[in-house]
């Protein structure tokens, strides 16, 4: 029987080439539990960004993914989606999903192989690095002095002047909310070293007062998948202080308002479709089909829709459009809707 499997497995990869080595270590198609999915992020153009749970995939789907995953690499992730593992921390959460992008896109429309696309992503994560890295230190090096005390005039370390320059504190510039309210990724254990021990995963402006006006600050040591909660009980808390409220009232109101959100968003998660992992579940050379501007061979050798036509799941949801900026993503975003 050994030999015979060796024989077999020889004239596999006589026939099928480049794809032998996945078809001969796979197992026959399956469909793995939609738990996988923990919420959906963000819509960029066409494409559903979802925070998954990187062990789960790895547990059940393919033990060798990390950080993120497109429908070009992966045949088991749905051709309109971008998986983000959620174990990536949120500072790498834009350099991730740009990468997934520019990954896609040359595979998608160029043909490109996956190792060639994956080193080209790379240097789009290099570039947005570095302009990050100088963004930061021309923010720092523009601030005024700042108070390192909170909304009580609570100074955790004494020996620190009443005012003090921020430095190397800010990492990346995540977005803008609300018009105004700029959202900066932070290194929360400089925070904590030299300006504020009690500093932990976010804060805002009105309740930390070395927090410069008009800005979110999110701790880089954070989870992804905790950017929306922090960011909705940041957004709502700053607005009940706006109008009056104490920090204590306000962060308990904005703490409950976001658990229900985020619990909601679970259970909208719950009603994705499962995951189907054809065989193999992996592609080493882009279909180009969007270079032909063919139909997208990518969903019928996914597999995705086509197996679960029939059953009888929630349907797909629609994919709403929002303008995004993605520096150097390549990645042309249609004109927006809002979610």
């Not at 992503?121 to 890295?133: F, G, T, W």
């Not at 021309?138 to 609570?154: N, R």
């Not at 197996?307 to 249609?334: D, M, V």
């Amino acid at each position: 029987m050994r030999t015979l499997a060796a024989s077999m497995t020889v004239l596999t990869v006589m026939l099928l080439g480049p794809y032998s080595v996945s078809f001969a270590r796979t197992v026959k198609p399956r469909e793995v539990s939609n738990r996988v999915y923990r919420f959906k992020e963000e819509q960029v153009g066409r494409f559903a960004v979802w925070i998954v749970d990187g062990d789960k995939v790895r547990d059940s789907v393919y033990p060798e993914w990390l950080y993120g995953g497109n429908g070009e690499r992966y045949r088991f992730n749905p051709p309109d989606e971008i998986w983000i593992d959620n174990d990536i921390s949120c500072q790498e959460y834009s350099y991730t999903l740009a990468h997934e992008l520019r990954e896609r896109r040359l595979m998608a429309r160029f043909g490109w192989t996956y190792d060639d696309a994956h080193d080209s992503a790379l240097m789009v994560e290099d570039v947005m690095r570095h302009a990050d890295s100088l963004e930061c230190a021309a923010q720092e090096a523009a601030l005024p002095p700042v108070p390192p005390i909170d909304d009580d005039s609570t100074k955790e370390l004494p020996w620190l002047p009443d005012r003090i320059k921020l430095h190397h504190v800010y990492l990346q510039h995540f977005e803008t909310v609300q018009d105004s309210l700029e959202v900066w990724i932070v290194d929360g254990n400089v925070v904590r070293r030299d300006i504020f021990p009690d500093f932990g995963f976010s804060g805002n402006d009105l309740a930390y007062y070395f927090i410069p006006k008009n800005e979110i600050w999110l701790d880089n040591s954070m989870s992804c998948e905790n950017i929306k909660f922090s960011l909705l009980t940041e957004t709502r808390e700053r607005a009940l202080m706006e109008k009056g409220l104490s920090y204590d009232r306000a962060y308990e109101i904005a703490l409950h308002q976001a658990l229900r959100t985020m619990h909601e968003l679970y259970r909208e998660a719950g009603k994705h479709l499962p995951v189907f992992v054809p065989s193999p579940p992996d592609r080493d050379t882009g279909t180009g089909d969007e270079g032909r501007k063919t139909i997208s061979q990518s969903h019928a050798i996914h597999g995705h829709e086509a197996f679960y036509r029939n059953q009888p799941y929630a349907p797909l949801y629609p994919l709403r459009h929002r303008r995004a900026n993605l520096p150097n993503a390549g990645i042309s975003a249609p004109p927006t809707v809002a979610r």
